[in-house]
């Protein structure tokens, strides 16, 4: 787990799952901090990611960016991102750009892991 003064950024494994979990503001102070531990998973070939937004306090444009960004890298290696429990303006963020309709968003992790879809 790393963190930064607003952002604590942990990641942790389920099943073939990468869970990437944030914690506090998710805004452009934190994105040299997000922008390491996201490169780590490109660079790692990891192919299932899911994003654990369950307790950002804050988001901006930059964090939309960042996500945006991962999410189409990710998916041009034949990988897949999800979003778990989005807060209602994050949630409000994804569909006025129509994230939403691009990425499974969750709104809760047990919902993502009674899903079926992982192991």
Do not use: C, Y
């Given at each position: 787990?790393?963190?930064?003064?607003?952002?604590?950024?942990?990641?942790?494994d389920w099943g073939i799952w990468r869970i990437v979990r944030?914690?506090?503001?998710?805004?452009?102070?934190?994105?040299?901090?997000?922008?390491?531990?996201?490169?780590?998973?490109?660079?790692?070939?990891?192919?299932?990611?899911?994003?654990?937004?369950?307790?950002?306090?804050?988001?901006?444009?930059?964090?939309?960016?960042?996500?945006?960004?991962?999410?189409?890298?990710?998916?041009?290696?034949?990988?897949?991102?999800?979003?778990?429990?989005?807060?209602?303006?994050?949630?409000?963020?994804?569909?006025?750009?129509?994230?939403?309709?691009?990425?499974?968003?969750?709104?809760?992790?047990?919902?993502?892991?009674?899903?079926?879809?992982?192991?």
């Amino acid at each position: 787990m790393e963190k930064t003064i607003d952002l604590t950024v942990s990641i942790d494994d389920w099943g073939i799952w990468r869970i990437v979990r944030f914690s506090g503001n998710f805004i452009v102070n934190s994105i040299p901090l997000v922008r390491k531990r996201l490169d780590e998973l490109e660079n790692g070939n990891q192919g299932k990611v899911a994003l654990d937004l369950s307790l950002v306090t804050g988001f901006d444009a930059a964090a939309m960016s960042i996500i945006l960004n991962f999410h189409h890298k990710i998916v041009r290696a034949n990988g897949n991102v999800i979003v778990i429990a989005p807060g209602e303006k994050i949630r409000e963020a994804f569909a006025n750009i129509g994230f939403d309709r691009a990425v499974s968003i969750f709104d809760t992790a047990d919902l993502f892991m009674r899903s079926g879809s992982v192991p």
